[in-house]
């Protein structure tokens, strides 16, 4: 099973098994293959049937710690024959089976044939930096030498050589002059042939001059010898591919190969003869026919973004007159500030005009940046401004270039799977580029995010959609959630690949016989529409996608899904809801009465629509003034009735830390939806009974016996009453358990003013006074004797302050409809109210409130201290919006 599934991540094999293979045991899947290292090293590396070079370079550099992978290939050798099987998918044993073919061939056995393995460096970025990893370097330095010595890089120069040479002394030697470490350089240097036709002699002359030169001018080291090779041989540190050109500027021959390397494209003939050498500033509008077209478009590309987004150099493509900003004219060459005061979201960048030596502001899409780190000449501006003249704004050559290399999906303008009139190259076809594939993207579809290496990267890194649609392997198990948070996570961040993921769900859905793999593309789809809706350019082509299947049932439902964006990924409830085939989901809602009740919700549902929902389904005589509250084991949060439910549930639940990222899927957190009155305008008791029973009593009676009310003994006589007949109804049985009741029934911190055979005895008196009443009633008696109080229907908060002496260290706040009330605890007594309209600012930080208060000479501050900071941020947030909403419009006569 194992292997079938390396099989289907890896893809097929293209020969037949090699010996090797046939001789592993029957119960192994694997065989250890030596590896050589370009200093002399072998590892003992563990193969299987499936194998790529792309792994094999990965096992390597994951033994000797190579941070800088780029450019490392795996070569096989056999014979006198030594060739690149790259870093990608290549089949490793492929290859050795090519071998043995060719040895069979020559009528000898193939178990002897004499192939191995080599990791070497084939390229070089063109903004390699040797700095960055001592082990890539000193590789790289080893494979220089040896490969001099052995003939493999040649010069026409003397020169050349001896400075190396040199170079190479100093590194191993040091400073000190030894002849006989001079010869031993010139042994491991030089190639026996150009010894043999010079004499040792005369090479370490050579060589000992050069090494006092080095010794005076200090030039050391492994990354100045490396620097120099790539500098000097840029070709013998390139990737070629066998091409046609069917379209472009005329060159001697129409068949030739191509080397790309870290300094351009070179174009030779059979003979290594050179036809034509352009820089990545020069590319011209070539169309070209490879066997590994894909591949060579890649590398071309990848070092045409990279140049630039490291490039501080630009081109002007069209005149810029606007005295607020620096004035340009259109082929203008720019020098501009990276780390200019624009943050990389904003439109503008600061430059300064070569020609004008003036420095100013410029907007980003009004200028090309160009692919050099170093500055053009004049000739090559010159060629530059005539292309963009020739060809138009925003559309130079160099450009188009990739438009035929490229296989990427077009604009969001073009309707999905048309790749434009020039297509791809063999094998690259439309028809396999805007269809289902198991190979993950190599690049995003959209040519929009290409430029852009942070957003290419994660459109490149939305494997988890061919996971969850069982198209790729998972090698660790993965829940659902976690999988969606993957493939939803960055796009609710990043409102440019929310396209790519609409288009890579399309591709993947296109052409796709699995009816697994498409019923769990259709739940993508249908989680994706309720997140966010594709932009004005692909919604056409999105619901003529969607239209184009009336048979699919969830068709129809993502097309009525496509509204405005969400802010996080699925919720678990939404998941797990699909993958059970439903499209109704159901969340439980609690009640302050302590009951519950089940209600529909969407993926865009909003908190507003769910409090109406309720609000019609327990027929309640008003909406207004309720509001949904999430409970989590830590802290009890309000909920903003702009926001949809599943992100405010997602967004309060799963992310208590901002450490923990979106994969890590922590959704399972226990939470209860609770539904409460939220605030109390225009309320009056005995109004609506079932709002009565269900929140207004359940949530004012906890306040009452918390002792937040200023009340008289006689008013807790009566209320202790009424809250008994509550508790017991009409059961007198129950008066002997008054005095273990008494928490129930007083205020805590009125309880010690009688003894507890006083209170049952004025508990009981009240009590018969009240009789004939039932439950109910005494609940709506207890809200009427409480409403007349002028702290009825506020919101509490239990405060600590340093700020006002003249107020106790422990105050509590009370928010009502007219503005923030200051009490003392211990007394009841009023401390100060501020109204609304005399607060003119508040805010939080920490776990402290603050707000500033307007006198007749200035602002006065309020700061206090307490767990609940964001609750009473929200409810002063809350009332103070709906004081200003309900106040009478002025009228103002000039």
């Known amino acids: 099973t194992e292997k079938l599934r390396r099989v289907i991540a890896n893809g097929q094999r293209k020969e037949l098994p090699c010996w090797i293979e046939l001789q592993v045991k029957t119960l192994d899947s694997s065989f250890y293959a030596p590896v050589t290292l370009t200093d002399g090293r072998t590892l003992s590396l563990n193969l299987d049937s499936s194998s790529t070079s792309a792994e094999v370079c990965q096992a390597v550099a994951d033994k000797i710690d190579l941070k800088d992978t780029y450019g490392f290939s795996l070569y096989i050798g056999f014979n006198d024959k030594i060739w690149s099987l790259g870093s990608c998918g290549k089949h490793v044993l492929d290859v050795v089976s090519q071998c043995e073919q060719e040895m069979r061939r020559q009528g000898q056995e193939e178990k002897k044939a004499p192939w191995r393995l080599f990791i070497r460096k084939e390229l070089f970025k063109p903004w390699h930096d040797c700095s960055v990893d001592p082990v890539s370097t000193h590789l790289i330095y080893r494979q220089i030498i040896t490969g001099i010595k052995l003939g493999e890089y040649t010069s026409e120069k003397e020169d050349d050589y001896v400075q190396l040479a040199a170079r190479h002394y100093y590194i191993q030697f040091g400073s000190a002059y030894n002849k006989e470490s001079v010869q031993r350089v010139v042994e491991e240097c030089i190639a026996t042939p150009l010894i043999e036709s010079k004499s040792m ?99 071309i590309e990848t070092n045409l973004e990279g140049l630039r987004q490291r490039s501080v150099y630009a081109l002007v493509q069209q005149d810029a007159n606007d005295p607020r900003f620096l004035i340009c004219k259109q082929g203008d060459l720019l020098l501009v500030e990276k780390d200019g005061p624009y943050s990389p979201e904003e439109n503008l960048i600061t430059a300064t005009n070569q020609r004008t030596s003036s420095t100013g502001s410029i907007y980003k899409d009004t200028v090309q940046y160009l692919p050099t780190l170093t500055r053009p000449t004049e000739e090559v501006l010159v060629e530059l401004l005539s292309r963009l003249k020739t060809v138009g704004f925003n559309n130079v050559k160099f450009k188009k270039y990739l438009k035929h290399m490229v296989p990427l999906f077009p604009p969001c303008h073009r309707a999905p799977g048309n790749v434009g009139r020039q297509g791809a190259f063999k094998g690259v076809g439309k028809e396999k580029l805007w269809a289902c594939s198991k190979e993950p993207l190599k690049q995003p579809l959209l040519k929009s995010l290409v430029r852009n290496s942070d957003l290419s990267y994660l459109a490149c890194n939305l494997l988890p959609i061919l996971k969850y649609m069982g198209d790729y392997p998972i090698k660790n198990i993965r829940s659902p959630v976690e999988l969606t948070d993957q493939i939803f996570g960055p796009a609710t961040q990043h409102k440019a690949l929310q396209d790519e993921i609409y288009c890579q769900i399309m591709r993947q859905m296109t052409s796709n016989n699995n009816r697994l793999s498409m019923e769990r593309g259709w739940q993508l789809m249908w989680l994706c529409s309720g997140l966010f809706p594709p932009s004005s350019n692909l919604m056409r082509h999105t619901r003529h996608f969607l239209e184009s299947r009336p048979r699919d049932p969830l068709a129809a439902v993502c097309l009525q899904k496509l509204k405005e964006p969400r802010m996080f990924p699925p919720h678990v409830v939404e998941v797990d809801a699909i993958q059970q085939n439903s499209t ?53 949060m309000s909920l903003d009735e702009q926001k949809y439910f599943f ?124 009789s004939g009443i039932t439950v109910q009633e005494a609940k709506t008696a207890f809200l009427k004797a409480i409403s007349s109080w002028p702290t009825f229907g506020c919101t509490f908060f239990e405060v600590k302050q340093t700020y006002e002496s003249s107020y106790p260290n422990r105050v509590l706040i009370a928010i009502s409809k007219n503005g923030v009330s200051l009490i003392d605890p211990a007394t009841k007594v009023l401390l100060v109210m501020h109204l609304f309209k005399n607060i003119m600012e508040y805010h939080s930080h920490g776990s402290f409130f603050q707000m500033t208060i307007r006198t007749p000479l200035r602002g006065n501050s309020f700061v206090c201290e307490t767990s609940q900071v964001r609750n009473l941020l929200l409810q002063v947030n809350v009332f103070k919006s709906k004081y200003f909403l309900q106040r009478k419009p002025l009228h103002i006569v000039a």
């Open 584 to 636: 109704q989901i159901f969340h439980k809602v609690h009640f302050p009465n302590d009951t519950d009740d089940i209600f529909e919700v969407t993926s865009t549902t909003t908190i507003k629509d769910l409090c109406c929902s309720i609000a019609s389904q327990l027929k309640l005589s008003f909406a207004d003034g309720y509001g949904l509250y999430l409970k989590t084991p830590n802290k009890v």
């Open 647 to 770: 992100d405010s549930l997602r967004q309060t639940s799963d992310f208590p830390k901002k450490a923990k990222r979106v994969k890590e899927g922590n959704a399972n957190m226990p939470y209860l939806v609770i539904f409460k009155r939220k605030l109390w305008f225009n309320m009056t008791p005995g109004k609506d009974q079932v709002a009565d029973l269900i929140f207004h009593f359940p949530q004012e009676l906890p306040k009452y016996l918390r002792g937040y009310h200023n009340c008289t003994k006689e008013d807790l006589i009566i209320l202790g009453g009424l809250l008994f007949r509550v508790k017991v109804d009409s059961d007198r049985s129950q008066f002997v358990m008054i005095p273990r009741m008494l928490r129930e029934l007083v205020p805590t911190d009125q309880i010690k003013i009688m003894s507890s055979e006083e209170w049952k005895k004025h508990i009981i008196s009240s009590y018969n006074k009240q």
């Open 201 to 299: 002699t005369k090479w370490m002359q050579l060589i000992s001059s050069e090494v006092l030169q080095v010794k005076r001018h200090a030039v050391r080291g492994k990354r100045k010898l490396v620097d120099s090779i790539q500098q000097k041989w840029p070709h013998y540190f390139s990737r070629f591919y066998e091409v046609t050109m069917t379209a472009g500027p005329p060159l001697s021959k129409s068949r030739f190969v191509v080397a790309v390397n870290w300094s351009g494209i070179l174009f030779m003939d059979e003979r290594e003869k050179r036809l034509l050498e352009l820089s990545y500033l020069e590319i011209k509008d070539f169309v070209l026919k490879a066997r590994e077209a894909a591949e060579m478009a890649a590398l």
